[in-house]
């Protein structure tokens, strides 16, 4: 029979009798002693498991003693009679057997509930009475008394004085068990001669006391077996004597008691002569290293040589995880460590074998304890050599790569997965603390050597029991590192992590880490922080790059967790430590600009490999979106304490990536950049007292101006002027710079001449015939002063801080390093000191300068005569007051100047009707802009025609139908509904609409969206459906369009939409341009493929590569040529199939479109060259829009996505990639070069879907009645036409419109659909309008991107050819003028 079920029947046999009448006699002594004894053996049975001693118990799986007091606690009446009755009630007042029984099972059970809550809730008759006989010589009532006020600790406030009179009679009283303990050791070791001769060794006894030995247990007649147990009695009342101390020795107040006593000294005396395998050494050495937590305690314990004593003992699993305590509370006393690291430091050795062997063994608080004390130990240069001496890194690697293989499969109990999250948060903080020790250390050896090389500023010298300031000088040690360290250099603690595989360790740790995040045991920063030491070394770097794989199967490389950790708002330490790895890899010191001719092939050899590393890994930081990430922190305001600080670290970020040549070009177009607002943010600090972090973020801010635009930013200079400063200086970096060498052939001539060398001079000329086939060119020279100096031009001693301050982007025609500024970005530290020895005789100030020359002369990289002509160029161009980007050649011999802006003749009228009679006399489009003039009048202007609603209430199952989706062609007007059905309507001309088809619904999920083939005959419908993550009810469905006449003929009117092909797992669908065989269908996982529109088979999928952009409303698209392809901003060539370039990602919905032209592809506000993958402008008003070319590509719509704040929270997962819904305002731009905005026009109403007719006259959209985005799907909607160009009569006639809009919902109509059966002005232009729509099917020409095109858009006449053919309205309905607008 089991314990448990031995406690089982004891209860059941207490219930039986404690409800037998009349009692039996040995009622309730019997069961007492019964369910005593079981307890006991439970404790033996645990005790002999050798678990550890500072777990919690209570939480601990298959625990024979947990589990057997848990049963005897879950019975409430047994706990409430041995309280209540037993133990303070009267009926058993004077029976001690029975108070006995009932306080040795309280006192074993007391660590199997909450002491503190019990203490809360029992009476204060039961706390007096513990109290009372804790102070009484009362055994063992006394002993049980002690132990269950042990765990009171609430008590120690609210019973100050009876806690110091108990605490002064138990230091008697331990005084007395030394003294029998001492007693009994020299008889059983009489030949000893330890005991006297120890430091701790003294008398322990005060000078008027007389301490006696323990009363012998024999003359205690109620320290009888059957009452105490089998155990031994004295070891128990030793124990809870210790175990009272213990819960007070944190306090102050009890602390002279325990000095006056001499405790310090007795705890050292009793270990000396006790038993290590002894129950109550364990006890001991706890209380001892509660005390050591005070540094009076500490100090005396090093002068008593207390170390010493407890590193002669003998390894003890239990004892040594005790003295792991000692260990860690000794670390937190810096006066202590550094004597142990000086004078005592024989005693490091014997520490770390025992730290290394508890991190082997089996007890998780011993293993948690050691590598506390090793983190704070690892400020000490003695603590970090030794423990590299004993081999102790593989050990920690051990420990990690356990705790990190469990994780993987977490354990259902609770308990445990907290100490496997615990031990992987404490071990991964010690590698990272040791690897800053060891990074300061390393730091302060280059110094040295270069300090005795001559060369740098003399180091601070660090003594090795002097404690490393890491967290002041961590920054400077490994800037320092990276500026000195050669690319094969030999770092061995590095090197040694690395080849335990730490590297991929730490990235495994950093996968688990995520879901403990929100948690105070995250490891995210300990590994980050760890990863930035371990890529100091540019070798090591490229790690980075390298895919891993997460525990869930998916693969992410190394830099991209990176750049999503600096991004994760609310982790502030997290970003903290993400973006100083981000530095660490990109800030690195650029040694191209470094080299030297004197160089050997291996130092040259080592120099490129490091160049190489860090383009690698900028172009690494740019393929994973590292420019948007560092971007979105500079406009960070979130958490304000920090804010400032995550700005200076991105801002700083950024300096180091814009010396790649392709992040220069980009950042420099970005509206961050070059709309000023950088500027702004150096106005004031978010939070007024990081005035000093808002400093350093200045600084950084007009080094990366520099860098970008080559402009100075002073600190005096304001906004405006700065502006146009990088206005000025980004046309003339445009500007091409061209002129005739034989300019420069005629100055070398000349100055041959003048030094004398007449043969050499002569040469030049021969060859120059000889080579281009003419004479040398003689250039007249009007007047000495008109002519550059020549002197100017080839002096060896032009200034090189003229080339260091230039833009670096005009470096790259000049023939200098593209992908570096001049300037170097860290600090002084990135500069290489050479390595060349100086004689260091006396090294006085004299000697610095001169080393420093010499530094310097072999540094300096003389210009070439390339450099100074263009330069020399440059400078003129940038002296003109209104620079232009297209100039002719420049000239040696000719002062350029750019030509003063002329003034705007020829500008097209405001007003249409002046600018329409101009055309008559020739005047192209009636003036300059004329186009665009026209476009804006009638793109600006819209006005509400005709709006269809579903009627729902003559039929269950359209109840809740809705419109979503919607599409008009010929005149037809095609709408999708919530419920998988498509209405047909047909437009009259004259309404009401009347609804000719509804379509079978397919999958019975909602129409997301219509679209019509190019040649009218196809269309398909994408529907999308609550499913889960995995979106599997997402489809498109291929429909066959029937010609119009044909189907009226056969008087089958209502057959106009045939379904062909159905095909799963698509998010949206979009028919090619030039011909109705293709349709390319984006996939979930941000994939796309390419079907057979006739077969409905897929021809091709492509997959986009790792690191994809991921954006929330992605939808591939084709180019107007359909030999490229777009999906989630990388651009493929689908007829190899091959990924051609990845677009940066700035913003998280928009995919990108291809722009009419041919060459622009626009990614939300970017428009980038398709030819040379370049950013060419940013346009602010194009964010966030999903835009929709009209049907002759002449116009862009611009639907406004919904913020990401509703995306999130109001709108279900599963459509959060449907385009929809939008805000309630669309804009219009011009779809030409620079894209202008044409207007903006607000519906009133969230707008679900937008479509327009082929003659781009009409324009109809869905509008959803609901104001929340949750009833998307579910609310009202209807179908509204709008008519392009033309205003809103009046206000009269709005509200009229609402009004009979709100009539219609209350009206009982049989139809199938209401109509608002709106009045307008002039009903016979609508009615013209619409049958001219209906005739004319053709769409016209797009409009031209480049005004020098004229020629091709005049007819034979030599008119202009119109692409619009609209009836252009003024205010008044009355009054029109008809015109041909292109």
Known sequence: MSLIDKANELLSRWEKEVCTLPVPEDFPNNVLMCIADVIDEAKDEVQKLGLDPYDDFKDIAGNVESDLIKCILDHDEFLETLTSTYLTGSRYANDTKVKILAARIMSSAMNGINANAYFKEVEEDMIDLLYRWALADQEPLTSYAVEMLSYGETLCSRYHQNNMEVVSLLLQKLKGMYASAKSEYIAAHPTTTTIGSAPWSEDTQDGTETITSSPDIADNPLLDPTLVGRRNFEEFQCQAVLHFLLSLGEYQEFLGLIMKNSILKLLLNYISITDINSPI?????????????????????????????????????????????????????????????????????????????????????????????????FHYQAIIEEFDKQCGLPIFFKVLRRAVDALKTPPENEVEVFLLRQKMKHTCNAVRQYLAGHTVLYAEHLRRVKDHQGVGMSPQIYTNHKALEIEDNIKTAYEYIQANAEFDTLWKPIDDVHSLGGFETFIQAFFLSETFRSTRY????????????????????????????????????????????????????????ALSLIVVVVCGPYRASNMNLSMTPSQYSRKNSADDVMHKMWSAIRTNNGIKVLMSLLLTKTPINHADELRMAACKALNGLCRSRGVRQIASKLHLMSSGQLLALMREPILPENVETHSKFCTYTRSLLEVLFGVST???????????????????????????????????????????????????????????????????????????????????????????????????????????????????????????????????????????????????????LNDLVYNFMRDQHMMCEHPMSI???????????????????????????????????????????????????????????YTLRMDNRNAEDWENVNYTSCLTF???????????????????????????????????????????????????????????????????????????????????????????????GVDHAVFSYLSDDKLLCTMPEHKSSIVDCYTGRTVTVLANPPGSNGYYKNHAVFNFTDDLV?????????????????????????????????????????????????????????????????????????????????????????????????????????????????????????????????????????????????????????VKLYLVGRSKASRDDDEEEEDEEEDDDDEDDDEDDSVDNSEFDDDEEVVSLISEEMNDRSSNSSMSNDDEDEDEDNDSSGNPRTSLNFSVMSDSDDDHTQGRIV
């Open 970 to 1064: 010929s005149d037809y007007i095609v709408a999708g509904c919530n419920n998988g059905h498509i209405k047909v309507y047909k437009m009259t001309e004259h309404p009401p609409y009347f609804c000719v088809q509804t379509t079978e619904s397919v999958e019975c999920e909602p129409i997301t969206s219509l679209v019509l083939s190019q040649s009218s005959k196809m269309m398909v419908s994408n529907s999308t459906g609550e499913g889960d993550v995995d979106r599997p009810n997402n489809s498109c469905t291929i429909w066959g369009v029937r010609d119009p006449g044909s189907s009226t003929e056969a008087g089958n009117s209502k057959d106009l939409l045939e379904q062909r092909h159905n095909i799963q």
């Open 714 to 864: 002073d600190k005096a200079a304001n906004e405006p002027s700065l502006m146009n400063k990088m206005t000025k200086v980004d046309i003339v970096s445009k500007t091409p710079i061209t002129f005739n060498k034989d300019e420069i052939y005629h100055l070398l001539h000349s100055s041959l001449l003048e030094c004398g060398l007449k043969s050499t001079a002569n040469a030049l000329v021969d060859e120059v015939k000889q080579k281009l086939g003419k004479d040398l060119a003689v250039y007249p020279v009007k007047s000495e002063p008109q002519l550059p100096s020549t002197t100017h031009l080839m002096s060896p001693i032009t200034p090189c801080k003229k080339l260091v301050i230039r833009n670096a982007r005009s470096r790259v025609s000049s023939g200098c390093d593209p992908d570096v500024s001049s300037a170097n970005l860290l600090s002084p530290s990135s500069i290489r000191p050479t390595t060349s020895k100086v004689p260091q005789k006396s090294f006085g100030v004299k000697d610095h300068m001169e080393a420093l020359e010499a530094k310097t002369s072999q540094m300096y990289h003389p210009p070439s």
């Open 1126 to 1278: 777009l999906n989630d901003g990388v651009l493929w060539d689908y007829r190899t199939p091959t990924a051609i370039h990845k677009f940066d990602k700035f913003n998280n919905f928009v995919s990108g479109v291809f722009a009419p032209s041919g060459i622009d592809i626009i990614i939300n506000t970017e428009v980038w060259d398709m030819r040379t993958f370049k950013l060419l402008n940013t346009i602010n008003s194009l964010d966030n829009c999903l835009l929709k070319y009209n049907h002759s590509k002449d116009v862009m719509y611009g639907l406004s996505h919904v913020k990401q704040e509703i995306l999130d929270h109001e709108i279900s997962p599963s459509y959060k990639h449907v385009m929809g819904p939008f805000e309630s305002t669309f804009k219009t731009f011009a779809a030409n070069s620079g894209y202008p905005s044409l207007g903006t026009y607000d519906v009133g109403k969230q707008i679900v879907d937008l479509n327009f007719c082929r003659r781009d006259r009409l324009l109809v959209t869905v509008e959803s009645t609901n104001e929340e985005f949750t009833q998307l799907w579910s609310g009202g909607s209807v």
């Open 887 to 945: 100039v002719p050649k420049f000239s040696l011999f000719r002062e350029h100047k750019c030509p003063d802006p002329q003034p705007q003749l020829y500008e097209a009228p405001v007003n249409v009707v002046v600018r329409h009679q101009q055309r008559l006399y020739g005047v192209p489009y009636g003036g300059r802009n004329g186009r665009y003039r026209d476009y804006k009048y009638i793109f600006s202007k819209f006005k509400p025609y």
């Open 281 to 377: 050494i364990f006890d001991i050495i706890r209380y001892l290293s509660a005390l050591l937590c005070h540094k009076k305690f500490a100090s005396d314990f090093m002068n008593y040589e207390g170390l010493q004593l407890l590193m002669d003992l003998p390894f003890n699993q239990r004892a040594s995880t005790g003295i792991s305590t000692c260990f860690y509370a000794l670390v937190f006393h810096s006066t202590v460590m550094e004597r142990l690291c000086s004078y005592t430091r024989h005693l490091i050795a014997p520490m770390m074998t025992t730290c290394l062997r508890l991190l082997k063994g089996k007890h998780e608080s011993g293993r948690s304890h050691v590598t506390l004390f090793l983190t704070f130990g």
């Open 522 to 577: 995250d490891a995210s920063p300990c590994i980050i922080t760890a990863l930035t030491f371990l890529t100091i070394l540019p070798r090591y770097q490229l790690k980075l790059t390298e895919q891993y794989q997460a525990p869930n199967g998916d693969s992410h490389t190394g830099i991209k967790m990176i750049l999503q950790a600096a991004e994760s708002f609310g982790n502030i330490d997290m970003q903290r430590a």
